[in-house]
């Protein structure tokens, strides 16, 4: 079956447009206003500069050179645009021939030949001396459905973990349990009861500046290896990771490979040395060993290890990616990493690149979650637990399921309430640019309506439920010329448009771009329930609809599939 997407329009224009390339004209191609009636548009303004060319002028030629075909229907010049409009058959044809494949139908026809990559997404990277707070389910969202997505695509995507077991935060929760624990056992989730005691050391370190050094003596002793000390941090850090891993299973999360810093930073440290003795790096009049980086790279000099000998984050940074590399032998390493680490990986990247280690590496970074309450400060004991709001959301969501079908069992009540709930949090961290900061509104997020994933899993829900009532098995073999209203129209050109927006969100790794798409079609879908009834007497007409919300459905499912969204049935 002949793919119509932005790609096959851009070939045929390029027939007429020899000035250009394929790639450049589908970059200008652009989606219409909705009151255009055409699935794309292209600007002829810089074929005008080329051509030297009025651009109204060129658009009226090219509507007389680009011929209509079976799958393009109509080419109409409107001032300095040329508006093309792809044949709606062809759309739902695809979608229902293709179902699941339908958002990589060009990968499937073109068995991936080339552009398969083979990428290493490092997420969520959690410090062991705290739990992981709301912040984290931002981070690890972003990083499950990236995965998501770039499997989806085709590519060989390894998903790992990094555990920063060591260092200096780690010591400070070390010592607030070693002075005030008592030997206690947890008594709440075990990562909590960790945190608590790096909120304990942040309270007493106000009152006695002598707590900071005893936190480095700790940290000496570690690395010394003190067995008194290692026994302390393998029982603390047992306990930080039982409390992540209770996480990750609530949010359906694995590791192809889990790394821990106490397991790098002696290699890093060899990478360093060996860095020193071939001057890429300097050694202070302390003894520390730092880099220079502001002739080369317009970066502040980074210290790589104290004076005293010790290692910081960028230690074992360094041997990691050599090590993601051996393991991988990866195309791209992706870092989801929040934005306060910016500069972080300016450094990074910068020292990677001074000792010869050219592989492409990126950072994704994003902005912070606040609550209404406020931003939250793990030291200060703001933070909020992530289980405690997906908990909290999930009773909200549960109120909402017994409000609206009290008669369905307790159990049944339940699982779709976890089911809404997941779906309430992960689509409202999804639906922004990663990029930005935003306030997460719990009581918004469960919405039925709005722009909330429970709306998307309602629409999804909706339609199961009238072709359940129909009863017609739906095919492809219709009578086409039914679908004429404006908003079977309007909704079968948002179809269109899906492919597009998946590869631009793979190209971009702006998953919001899937999120967003969705929130849209199914305002679109919901325009069109509420003026054409789909189940009537007219058997023909109702089995024309049928193919047409089937193939919103379809779409639907990918999407959410890929934000890593469950849908019901039933809501």
Known sequence: MKFIDKKTIAEILVEHLSDLRTEEIEALLEIPPSEIDFTYAFPCFKIAKLKKKSPDIIAKELENEVKHTKFLVDVEAIGPYLNLKINPKYILDCIFEYKDDYGRIRDVIEKRKKGK????????????????????IRNIL?????????EYKGHDVFQVNLYNN????????????KKWGNNKEPDKKSDHFVGDFYVKYSEMAKKDEHLEEEAYKILR???????????????????????????????????????????LYLKGKEIILEGLRNNKFEKAEDGAIFVRLKERYNLPDKFLIRSDGTSIYITQDIYLAYKKKEDYNYDRSIYVVADEQNQHFKWLFAILDLLGFKEDNYHLSYGMISLPSGKMKSREGTVVDGD????????LALIEVNKRYPNISESEKLRRAKIIGLAAVKFYILKYSATKGFVFKPDESISFEGET??????????????ILKSGIEISNDINWDLLNHEHELFLMKQLAYFPEFIDSAEKTYNIHLIAQYLLTLCQVFNSFYSSCQVISDNRELEKARLLLIKCVQIVIKIGLNILGIETLDKM
């Open 453 to 466: 994933g429970p709306y998307i899993q309602y629409c999804y829900a909706r339609i199961a439920s009238i």
């Open 142 to 150: 972003l990083g499950k459905s990236l995965s998501n997505l770039l």
């Open 221 to 263: 002793s570690w690395e010394s290896g003190d067995e008194e000390t290692l026994n302390l941090w393998k029982k603390m850090n047992n306990w930080a990771i039982e409390g992540f891993k209770d996480t990750f299973k609530k949010l359906d999360i694995s590791f192809d490979k889990e790394y821990f810093e106490s397991d």
């Open 117 to 136: 990559l083979r990428i290493v997404i490092e997420y969520p990277s959690p410090n062991t001396n705290k739990p992981l707070h709301f912040g984290h």
């Open 166 to 177: 060591r260092g200096i935060h780690i010591c400070k929760s070390m010592l607030a349990y």
């Open 388 to 395: 405690d709001v997906i908990e909290e959301v999930e009773n």
